[in-house]
């Protein structure tokens, strides 16, 4: 693609972005409903190009994790179409007075939602991102410009194309949504740089990309992050709560960023537990790796190493550890986690409070599954990601975290003296 091309991309956003940001709720709605509309009525043809990026994806030996990313179905498409339908019933937040107050002087001044314009969106793999992040981002007043990986590009053209003719259908831009239809690792290059037109960029995936958007990006930046997500089983567990919520947490779906992928038992339980979850993690095909506490109850767990307790598997393998006290479980985790999701597994308030409020992620949970770290189960209706930093959103992502804010100021004649 020649930069002209992303260039007049970019542009183009930045013009849609006034009309966007004027577009009434009710309008908004219209059109989400029917790109939901649009979707269900192109399933085949999205599962035909879709399956043809399956094909090439494991003609290159892509890994069963990253290929059930990739992978779309009817169900999923449907879900892709209800998360839009979800969105369109929430709160426009665009316009929201978030506070409002009078100075002595007689000022008013009120701080009020608004979108945050352009928003990149750079992805691998997973084609359903396209439609979440298209969703979120129009209801929030936003133009948005796509860069998903190249082994959903036919996946991902599909699925925009849909989308936008709805959206003509709908009489809106359908430069509202716009994606770089390029496999060249360039294009996202100088999207990262396209900072006089985008005004803050998301990157979804793995480790690799993130890191690579957050060096080399002159466009402000909200990091999504890796999950390397742990649960805790503490000495109060109730281990009947536990087996079922680790097997959900691990093997529910391998390929997501919510997946347990360690696992800290305290010493008090290891003898009672240790011995039923490996034969329901080996029944699930899950591989063991484990410290010498581990190894000595469990006879098929590997030797864990230090690489493996910071490792995102996204693969049938959990690590283990063993911990004297919920404070080396909890200096633990905070030692290795990405910030994302952790559990603890308890009946005892004093260490689900600790936990809770010791433990540094964005999400911490007591006796439920990460997988629960979805803008779909928040109720969000999709999202944009996981942010796993603290400035300027944490944690899922929907239509609040979309904008930013700004103050509007009345008066009745008044100078400053």
Not at 91 to 105: A, I, Q, S, T, Y
Request: net charge negative; hydrophobic share 40%; proline share 3%.
């Amino acid at each position: 693609m020649e930069k002209i091309d992303l260039e007049t991309m970019g542009r183009r956003a930045a013009e849609v972005k006034y009309e966007l940001q004027c577009l009434p709720a009710k309008k908004k709605n219209e059109a989400l409903l029917e790109a939901a509309e649009q979707l269900a009525a192109d399933t085949k043809v999205i599962l035909e190009e879709n399956g043809k990026d399956l094909r090439r994806a494991e003609e290159n030996g892509m890994h069963s994790g990253m290929t059930d990313r990739l992978r779309l179905t009817e169900a999923r498409i449907a879900a892709m179409a209800e998360g839009l339908r979800q969105i369109a019933g929430l709160g426009d937040p665009v316009g929201e007075v978030m506070e409002k107050f009078e100075r002595p002087n007689g000022l008013r001044i009120r701080k009020r939602r608004v979108p945050l314009g352009v928003i990149g969106i750079i992805y691998e793999s997973r084609p359903n991102v396209t439609a979440d992040a298209f969703g979120l981002c129009f209801k929030a007043g936003n133009a948005v410009i796509l860069k998903g990986g190249s082994d959903a590009l036919l996946s991902n053209m599909a699925v925009t194309a849909s989308v936008r003719k709805a959206l003509d259908r709908c009489k809106v831009n359908p430069d509202a949504i716009q994606l770089i239809a390029s496999t060249d690792r360039e294009a996202a290059s100088r999207l990262m740089r396209l900072n006089q037109y985008v005004d803050v960029l998301i990157p979804r995936g793995g480790a690799g990309l993130i890191r690579s958007v957050v060096e080399n990006s002159t466009v402000p930046v909200i990091e999504t992050g890796t999950g390397n997500c742990h649960i805790y089983v503490d000495e109060y567990a109730d281990l009947e709560k536990a087996l079922p919520i680790i097997l959900n947490a691990k093997t529910q779906r391998i390929g997501v960023c919510n997946a347990c992928e360690s696992l800290v038992i305290h010493e008090a339980v290891k003898e009672r537990f240790l011995p039923e979850l490996a034969r329901a993690l080996k029944e699930a095909k899950v591989e063991m790796r484990g410290d010498r506490q581990v190894r000595a109850l469990v006879e098929d767990a590997k030797t864990a190493t230090e690489e493996d307790y910071g490792t995102e598997y996204l693969d049938y393998v959990l690590s283990i550890k063993v911990a004297a006290d919920i404070g080396e479980a909890i200096a633990h985790i905070n030692k290795y986690n990405t910030k994302h999701s952790e559990a603890i597994i308890t009946e005892n308030k004093e260490n689900a409070e600790r936990f809770l409020n010791e433990v540094d992620a964005a999400c911490v949970y007591v006796n439920a599954s990460t997988r629960f770290t979805d803008g779909f189960e928040f109720g969000f209706g999709a999202e944009i990601g996981i942010s796993t930093q603290k400035l300027h959103a944490r944690g899922p992502m929907g239509l609040k975290e979309l904008t930013s804010y700004k103050y509007t100021i009345e008066g009745d004649g008044q100078i400053r003296q």
